[in-house]
């Protein structure tokens, strides 16, 4: 199994971006990775996913304001946000799935969108 470290979360202003990534420590070539972020007493919420042929999904209430993408060579997957407002506070996680594999998931990334 690789281990995933989430990092590049911090403060940022309403209105701006942030790009987290996730590096893995060893090769993720054969994973769909995601993004998912959780709000203390709230759920774990689904962001986005990539498989490893490139085809991707993003939920439909972060469709064109956030993207994913992923460089196998690096063993990294990023994690672009655009347009943050307040309610995008929370802790970000990367997440990668293998087929007969259980989930395995990083630590989490802060994330606090504040002026």
Known sequence: QVQLVESGGGLVQPGGSLKLSC?????IGSYTMGWYR???????EFIASMTPGGAFNVADSFQGRFAISRDNAKRTVYLKMN?????????????????????????????????
């Open 38 to 44: 959780q709000v203390p007493g709230q759920s774990r």
């Open 23 to 27: 590096a893995a420590s060893g090769s």
């Open 83 to 115: 347009g943050l407002i307040p309610e995008d506070t929370a802790v970000y996680y990367c997440n990668a799935n293998r087929r007969s594999h259980d989930p395995i998931w990083g630590q989490g990334t802060q994330v606090a969108v504040s002026s």
